[in-house]
């Protein structure tokens, strides 16, 4: 099933190397142009709630979802809404934005063009953890049907964002699985089977992951976050050692809070 994934009838090697390599180029949107993400990749867009991941996570999407002919890669988005704050109508005020950028005669067929590219964007609200998991397992059969329907594979995995559920599962003491009878799922197993099952979506539909993350406080430090700030911005200057200093506790104060089973193989971006 794997290989079925990756090869397209009876193409070689390096025919399927060539056509993936095409089809799936890197993200040169900032800020992952730095980087050489490729297809396989889990990307973390790590950072604090007001920094913009969302909008970020939507102009790599409209960027994947245009025709090449207006500058996008035209291809399918999946995108996993886990904070259920997903906002359409400002992602279809950015579409339209570019496509009248992109269309330099104004031509009437605008619309059209529009209704394509949504068509392309796919989207899925998940409320807990275990309709997240249920719908790890049952992607490969809608992303088969979409690429049956569309004639087009999917580009970009987006899940906005993969901690929303993490405190309210941890407050659990167990995740029941239906009935009482059932296995109960600890924090670990989890993310566990939530890795499991994109890197057997990544075996049939080769594309690029990108999960945004919130950063967090840690308790000893948020409280004097504040005032630590105050106090080492006055000791120094700009330039002076103790600046680095300041540096390090900023990242110090922010602290991991992802199981260890899904901080390996992923690609931070922060």
Request: with cysteine; aromatic share 10%.
């Amino acid at each position: 099933m794997g290989v079925r994934g990756w090869i397209d009838g009876d193409e070689s090697g390096r025919e399927m190397l060539s056509r993936v390599l095409t089809e799936r180029p890197y993200l040169h949107l900032p800020p992952f142009q730095k980087f050489p993400l490729r297809v396989g990749n889990v990307v973390e867009l790590v950072g604090p709630s007001p920094c913009a991941k969302t909008h970020i996570l939507m102009q790599a999407a409209i960027d994947c979802i245009l025709p090449k002919h207006c500058g996008g890669l035209g291809h399918l988005v999946l995108f996993i809404d886990l904070d259920c704050r997903f906002d359409i109508l400002r992602l279809s005020q950015m579409l339209r934005n570019r496509i009248f950028q992109a269309n330099e005669n104004k031509s009437n067929d605008d619309e059209e063009l529009f209704l394509e590219c949504m068509k392309r964007f796919l989207y899925i609200r998940c409320y807990d953890t275990l309709e997240f998991l249920a719908t790890l397992k049952t992607l490969h059969y809608k992303l088969q049907k979409e690429r049956q329907a569309q004639g087009i594979s999917v580009n970009f995995l987006m899940i906005d964002s993969i901690g929303a559920f993490h405190w309210i599962d941890r407050a659990s003491t167990s995740l029941r699985l239906g009935f009482d009878n059932r296995k109960a799922l600890s924090l670990h197993n989890v993310y566990a089977t939530v890795v499991q099952e994109i890197k057997k979506l990544l075996l049939l539909h080769p594309m690029l992951v990108i999960a945004s993350k919130a950063t967090i406080l840690g308790s000893r430090y948020a409280a004097n976050a504040g005032k630590w700030d105050r106090n080492l911005r006055t000791l120094c200057s700009p330039n002076s050692a103790v600046s680095s200093v300041t540096k390090k506790v900023h990242q110090f104060m922010y602290r991991e809070y992802m199981p260890s089973i899904w901080q390996v193989g992923v690609f931070c971006v922060s």
